[in-house]
């Protein structure tokens, strides 16, 4: 055997003990590199079991912490502890570890520690920061602008739907959800218009729209709730137009019959 051959042979078992060694790691239980290298972490949070340990643990602690205020109203300890405040850090860390959640349930090839969506740009945070502000300004400046318990209720209604709207949409798809806009057909990824998608084209983002929405409701934040639905709405628009040029691409007059039969929900983008 000449020396080039077996350099090849090397190179070749090489290669094939480096798969196989990737291959064990991606299919460990605990394991958080997904196998679909497009949906690999972008963000600077590290990808690691531990990484998502302490997450669920401080969501799970924020959570609690939410529920004890929306259930006691904080007792009446301090001025801004309300279940109002509440049940919104309760809705919001839900939200977060439930993207985290049916992902690794039902979608475990894309699932990483940013299915999390903790690092989901700084306009998402700066949304939320501005609505907590407001929230806390007004109770503390004019408290009576906060006291319409229907709002609140219609606002907790909303939320529920929403985000029960966007996780039924994500387990129904399975691994044809995804949080990143694709591209290019993968394989095995099929026309979802069945169950929950034969009432909504994107229940996923008519969920998400929804919930956010209603969090205002429930702080009663008129300023915020003009401000989300502005954002919500335009990042919508555009974000719905863009994906379906490439479901179009995919899966040609399927996907357009589909689109003319089943709207969005979402006020102005049919």
């Not at 007792?75 to 690794?104: C, K, M």
């Amino acid at each position: 055997m000449s020396a080039s051959t077996e350099e090849e042979v090397d190179g070749f078992e090489q290669r094939l003990r480096q798969r196989m060694a990737t291959d064990a790691i991606q299919s460990h239980p605990l394991n958080t590199v997904p196998k679909d290298a497009s949906h690999l972490p972008r963000g600077v949070i590290p990808n690691t079991p531990l990484s998502v340990a302490t997450i669920s643990f401080l969501l799970g602690s924020l959570f609690s912490f939410g529920v004890l205020l929306f259930v006691t109203n904080g007792f009446g300890l301090y001025w801004w502890s309300t279940y109002q405040l509440g049940y919104f850090l309760a809705a919001w860390s839900a939200f977060h570890w439930g993207e985290f959640a049916v992902a690794a349930g039902w979608n475990r090839d894309k699932c990483s520690v940013d299915s999390f969506l903790l690092e989901n740009g700084a306009l998402y945070h700066i949304a939320h920061s501005v609505a907590l502000f407001e929230y806390l300004v007004t109770l503390y400046v004019k408290p009576e602008y906060k006291q319409y318990p229907y709002v609140t209720l219609i606002g907790i209604v909303l939320s529920l739907v929403g985000q029960s709207l966007r996780s039924a949409a994500m387990i129904h798809a399975g691994s044809n959800f995804s949080h990143i806009m694709a591209s290019r057909k993968a394989e095995g990824h099929v026309l979802v218009t069945s169950g929950i998608y034969s009432y909504l084209r994107h229940p996923s983002y008519t969920g998400f729209f929804y919930w956010a929405l209603g969090t205002q409701l429930v702080l009663q934040n008129p300023l915020s709730f003009v401000l989300y639905l502005c954002i919500l709405w335009r990042f919508f628009y555009g974000r719905i137009r863009a994906e379906e040029a490439y479901l179009i691409r995919f899966f040609g007059d399927d996907y357009r019959k589909y689109r003319q039969s089943v709207g969005t929900k979402i006020p102005f983008i049919p």
